[in-house]
């Protein structure tokens, strides 16, 4: 039975909504990334929130937060920090990058070149940095929650497959419901502004160890086996699909697995259904797999490939 699950989700979304509108499912969608400890990339046009979701989820947790702004010239050392001579001393000492924080909000994360993405995979993967050949720890709370514009590509680094698969989740943002942008103007109207969000009234969580406690829950859950079936057949379906080059790996299904666990808590349940696994497996997948190039040129989408594999999976009842 879940304790701390319900009532920690309950409050981080109504406090969420004080500043976000109609973003209902991505706000789902980044818990499922929290509470999984895994790390996620969203994705959406300019002005859709994306930053303003993950500086108030970092409030709403009582989180340090640090952020980076990716550009061409970013060095691996401006992630992770370097190791600075002190002459009183006469000793090196750490001078910590922004990578030492709790919510590390990665923005932009495509205009920075691979090597200094893959100042990142360590930390993601492990939850640790190696600086000068010594291994500093991060937080345990540690969340890597990037951003990438889908529309702009001219001085942008397509990021590479072992560091797209360090995200849990890839999350699409679009533009909200024509009511919900007008509930957005009328805030503004009435005097909102985002800029200034230490003067709206986000309530933290009231335990600091609030977020942990239901990670721990989520871990105590059991699938049952014709769920792990389903799962493990969705992901094996991507690697025999006509129009995938190359599909996801097991590190998919384990994805999978957690993330349709941590959706379940979401939602209040201990225990995970084929709906949930379903209701994850896009953002799960979508940034896994690769498409042919002739099925690209007809028109074909990872979203809908998956969807059509998902159809063609029976469902366990």
Not at 73 to 91: A, C, E, K, R
Not at 128 to 137: F, K, M, N
Request: aromatic content about 6%.
């Amino acid at each position: 039975m879940l304790t701390y699950t319900p009532s920690t989700v309950a409050h981080i979304q109504n406090e969420l909504r004080k500043v976000i509108v109609g973003q209902d499912e991505v706000i789902e969608q980044i818990l499922v990334a929290v509470l999984a400890e895994g790390h996620a990339l969203l994705e959406g046009v300019p002005g859709t929130a994306k930053t303003l979701i993950v500086k108030t989820l970092a409030r709403i947790f009582g989180a340090g937060f640090s952020r980076i702004q990716f550009t061409p010239d970013l060095m691996p050392s401006d992630i992770t920090g370097t190791n600075v001579f002190n002459m009183q001393t006469s000793q090196f000492s750490l001078r910590q990058g922004p990578i030492f924080t709790d919510i590390l909000l990665a923005d932009e994360i495509n205009r920075t070149p691979p090597k200094t993405q893959s100042a990142l995979l360590e930390a993601m993967e492990e939850r640790q940095t190696t600086i000068d050949g010594e291994r500093h720890p991060l937080s345990t709370l540690f969340t890597v929650l990037a951003t990438e514009n889908p529309i702009e590509y001219e001085g942008t680094y397509p990021l590479p497959e072992a560091q797209l698969d360090r995200f849990l989740l890839k999350i699409l943002i679009g533009y909200p419901a024509q009511d919900a942008e007008l509930e957005i103007v009328s805030r503004w109207d009435a005097g909102f502004n985002s800029r200034h969000l230490e003067q709206i009234d986000v309530q933290p969580l009231p335990e600091a160890n609030a977020v942990q406690n239901c990670r721990a829950e989520i871990k105590q859950m059991r699938t049952e086996p014709g769920v792990q079936k389903y799962i493990v057949e969705i992901v094996h379906k991507t690697r025999t699909h006509s129009t995938i080059l190359y599909g996801a790996s097991p590190r998919a299904s384990v994805a999978l697995l957690l993330c349709s666990k941590a959706l379940a808590a979401i939602r209040g349940r201990d225990f995970p259904t084929p709906d949930d696994v379903r209701d994850v497996s896009l953002p799960v997948l979508r940034h896994r797999l690769a498409l042919r190039a002739e099925a690209e040129l007809d028109g074909a989408t990872s979203d809908a490939v998956i969807a059509d594999i998902i159809k063609s999976v029976e469902v366990p009842r």
